[in-house]
């Protein structure tokens, strides 16, 4: 394929240590990027209300006579419960320029391998993606090896996210292939459409958000 799109339009993903020897996974985007942030609030207050002896009655009474209600407005406020990890979609293209083994095949398999465990020990699985207890015994001086600290980078930095985990890699191989070249050379995909979902590792703060725009506050 000829007429690679601009570097405006490019995706980086790495992790090191992760990719067979290579640096990097790249990718296009296709449309548009989904980035979205959630929260969770409740409302204990009228339930408390409610459970005092009485509350009940005393509701449907003054319901029925029209007068008045035990629930006010300020028993209706809400309280956080906290907030989801930012969570992004991406939908990427894979094209082959000159080698669609190296440019199609071994990148997106690369990618999903962010979201596949290894075995150790013979048995025992090895977790994809950023590891809580080398995160815990930095900050008291410990060293414990293991774990993927995988970066996505939109463009030439236009968002940064560091120390992802990935939930889904879903592929769609279009129908061009390239030339059969006899044994060991097989027709594989010039194109590959991907979509690409993943989340920060863990929720974020507001300074986390700026800094990964490179906004300076």
């Known amino acids: 394929m000829e007429g690679q799109p601009p570097e405006e339009y490019r995706v980086t993903i790495t992790a090191p240590g992760s990719f067979r020897g ?3 996974v790249t990718a296009y985007l296709s449309e548009d990027v989904d980035i979205n942030v959630q ?5 204990p207050f009228q339930d408390i209300a409610n459970a005092f002896p009485g509350a009940g009655l005393a509701t449907v009474l003054g319901q029925a006579s029209s ?12 309280v ?6 930012l969570s992004i979609l991406l939908n990427l293209n894979f094209y082959a320029y000159a080698n669609a083994m190296e440019e199609v095949v071994e990148q997106v398999a690369m990618l999903k391998s962010l979201a596949l465990p290894t075995l150790i020990k013979g048995e025992m699985f090895n977790p994809p993606g950023p ?20 970066s996505v980078v939109l463009g030439k ?3 940064v996210f560091s120390n992802v985990v990935v939930q889904s890699v879903q592929v769609k191989y279009m129908n061009k292939m390239s030339k059969d070249k ?11 459409n991907v979509q690409f979902q993943f ?7 507001k300074s986390d958000l700026y800094a990964i725009y490179g906004i300076k506050r």
């Open 182 to 192: 006899g044994a060991g050379n097989p027709s594989r995909p010039l194109v590959a």
């Open 67 to 78: 007068s008045f209600s035990t629930q006010t407005q300020t028993a209706s406020a809400r």
């Open 199 to 205: 989340e920060t590792w863990m929720t974020i703060t």
């Open 39 to 43: 929260s969770s609030w409740e409302s």
């Open 22 to 24: 290579r640096k990097s």
């Open 157 to 159: 930095g236009f968002a």
């Open 131 to 150: 590891s809580i207890a080398a995160r815990i015994g930095g900050k008291v001086g410990l060293n414990f090896s293991g774990g993927e600290r995988i």
């Open 80 to 85: 956080w419960k906290g907030t989801e990890p």
